[in-house]
């Protein structure tokens, strides 16, 4: 029979245990790192958020001004005074491109700001607060999954364009870098995105209320705030973090139906949708103007897309290999 | 089934009446109105004239309480743009969109399934690496960069397609438009169906089949796709709905007088009209496509009852 000393015993020798210990966002990270696809989505997106930003301070990466019209060289092909050519304006394609990717950006990660604001805000007050605020919540987030997202973006905007208000709207004062019309496309698609993470949210808190270490941390005489903030709030995240990485490049392409369709940002200003509208109208006289803000979206697309899967298999428990 | 349809349906009116009252506020918080844009500025009178004909210069509740009893008749009113019946305006897009959405449906279905098949059955080879690839990069790249480039290639180039246009029956101008919008689809379900294909294979009663002796090609289609089209069946409700109702990109794309390109110019000119009756149309598609979804589950699964 063996016993507790003879258990001691058998214990193979030169076996090292493993001390250091690896939290899960930790664990998390280093799935991420052996994902060699969203290492090289997320690097190359990098490249890009780098790049746009460098373009807008720095005159000598643009070239051109992207507004700046050329006369003597219109739709011009590429060449080593205009990298990718220039427009049916004589506008440089390059400098074109990047003010597009900046504006993508901007409403692709602006659209989810504001989407995990509210997401979060109304979701987890459905799950916490009483019936009725779930009730209302839950009757609207049906009537937003009946109504078709496109037209309600559509609408959206045209009720926000054309205001005069401070900020969001046509009036001063304006945010740097962040003009009013640009707000509003950002307003307009997160007015229907917010649904989606709100429901989910209320689903996690509501499986999470459940959970034997918040009964611990209420047994423990946790105050409600502390539960839902250092308790409850941290294990939402993986799921809310997968949600908004695939959020980005759905809110990009949003804005680039948005811009195909003459909704986005008013001209000059040329979102990458607006670019390949353009595009559809000149490329019988310069290819280049339909080719450079396509391969532009599908680039910017692709990483958030392939980040987003790498995102998914390092975060959720399920998919673990 | 029948008592669960019927219920079903009857919910249907409180989710119209919610959409249709969403909307009816949301369209008239646009600024201006129907008879403020355009090239020609309108007199003052003529403008007050046509709001009074129209009841645009009652109060909104008022306008609202008037829309809502016309709509229970089936009355949309006329549309501001073309002073006709936006019902008219709706069947005359309507069978376009319908026969677009149901074209590049198909397209995604068969391309998808076949894809998604042969890729399942050739795990970790080059044609399942090659399908993969596709229907990543085909879930990335929007529908209208696509039905550019396609245009650009087999229209300019080889000139096998139309630029422009729509045409039941002729596929010159039929291909291009379905596959655009097919593709992305097309992309969707080729992966679903390569994971649940993939799980049925490892199933015990494929290893029965093939230990008694059935042929590969017999088992694929027989024993494995059969049951791995379920989630298939799934999705396919909601592609089909953001088919018909997200088709206007390509409708404008190629020029196609759709329902879709009708709502996109009423909210240019704030035809009220249009924008409802395209709205509760497409609300309509949705509700009756996910009410054919959970019924067919029950058919294909006979241990969900109703």
């Not at chain 2, 019927?6 to 009446?17: D, E, G, K, N, V």
């Not at chain 2, 009816?24 to 201006?32: N, R, T």
């Amino acid at each position: 029979m063996a016993t507790a000393e003879q258990a001691i015993v058998l214990e193979p020798r030169g076996f090292e245990f493993q001390t250091k210990q690896y939290g899960l966002w930790a664990q998390a990270f280093q799935r991420l790192r052996r994902n060699k696809l969203a290492v090289m989505a997320g690097s190359l997106l990098l490249a890009i958020i780098v790049m746009a930003t460098a373009t807008s301070l720095v005159p000598a990466l643009e070239g051109h001004a992207p507004h700046e019209q050329q006369f003597e060289d219109l739709q011009s092909s590429p060449s080593t005074t205009h990298p990718l050519g220039t427009d049916n304006l004589g506008r440089d394609l390059w400098a074109r491109m990047w003010e597009g990717t900046r504006i993508s950006l901007k409403i692709g990660l602006g659209t989810q700001l504001v989407v995990l604001i509210f997401g979060i805000g109304i979701g987890a007050g459905a799950a916490l607060g009483g019936k009725w605020t779930d009730n209302i919540l839950m009757r609207f987030t049906d009537l937003m999954y009946a109504f078709p997202d496109l037209l309600a973006i559509i609408i959206m905007k045209s009720i926000l364009s054309q205001r005069p208000w401070p900020i969001i709207g046509t009036g001063d004062p304006q945010l740097p870098g962040l003009p009013g019309a640009l707000i509003q496309v950002i307003l307009a698609i997160a007015f229907v995105s917010w649904v989606t993470l709100a429901r989910l949210v209320r689903g996690q808190m509501l499986s999470l209320r459940e959970t034997d270490y918040v009964l611990a941390a209420r047994s423990m005489g946790a105050s409600t705030r502390r539960i839902v903030f250092s308790h409850m709030l941290p294990n939402t995240l993986g799921p809310v973090i997968v949600a908004v990485s695939f959020g980005i490049p759905s809110a990009i392409f949003a804005e680039a139906v948005l811009g195909f369709i003459g909704f986005s940002l008013p001209p000059p200003t040329a979102s990458l949708g607006t670019l390949v509208s353009e595009g559809q109208r000149y490329y019988r006289a310069n290819e280049w103007m339909i080719i450079v803000p396509s391969a532009a979206i599908a680039v910017l697309m692709l990483c958030f897309t392939f980040l987003g899967d790498g995102l998914r298999d390092a975060l959720d428990p399920r998919t673990r290999r | 089934m029948t008592g669960y349809i019927i219920r079903r349906l009857l919910t249907f009116i409180p989710l119209l009446w919610a959409v249709a009252t969403l909307t009816f506020f949301l369209m008239h918080a646009v600024p201006g109105g129907p008879f403020d844009a355009g090239d020609k500025a309108l007199s003052p009178t003529t403008r007050a004239a046509l709001n009074k004909k129209y009841g645009l210069d009652d109060s909104l509740p008022r306008q609202y309480f008037t829309f809502l009893g016309d709509l229970a008749h089936g009355d949309l009113g006329l549309s501001f743009q073309r002073a006709r019946p936006v019902t008219d305006v709706l069947k005359d897009g309507l069978p376009t969109t319908a026969q677009l959405g149901i074209c590049a449906f198909v397209f995604a279905l068969v391309f998808g399934l076949t894809l998604g098949v042969v890729s399942a059955v050739n795990q970790n080879g080059v044609i399942d690496y090659i399908s993969v690839l596709f229907a990543t990069a085909g879930a990335a790249v929007p529908n209208f960069v696509i039905a550019v480039f396609l245009v650009l290639v087999f229209s300019l180039k080889f000139g096998w397609f139309d630029v422009i246009g729509w045409e039941f029956g002729n596929p010159r101008k039929m291909v291009l438009p379905s596959v655009a919008l097919g593709l992305f689809p097309a992309a969707y379900i080729a992966r679903i169906t390569r994971a649940s294909m993939l799980e049925v294979l490892r199933q015990d009663y494929v290893r029965t089949a093939r230990a008694k002796g059935v042929t590969e090609f017999r088992l694929i289609l027989r024993h494995v796709v059969r049951n791995a089209l379920v989630p298939v069946l799934t999705v396919a409700g909601p592609i089909f709905a953001t088919l018909i109702t997200g088709s206007f990109v390509i409708e404008r794309a190629f020029a196609i007088p759709g329902v879709g390109d009708a709502f996109v110019n009423a909210v240019f000119v704030r035809d009220y009209g249009i924008i409802m009756g395209t709205t509760l149309l497409f609300a309509l598609i949705i509700a009756i496509l996910n009410l054919v979804v959970d019924v067919a589950y029950g058919v294909v699964d006979p241990r969900i009852r109703f």
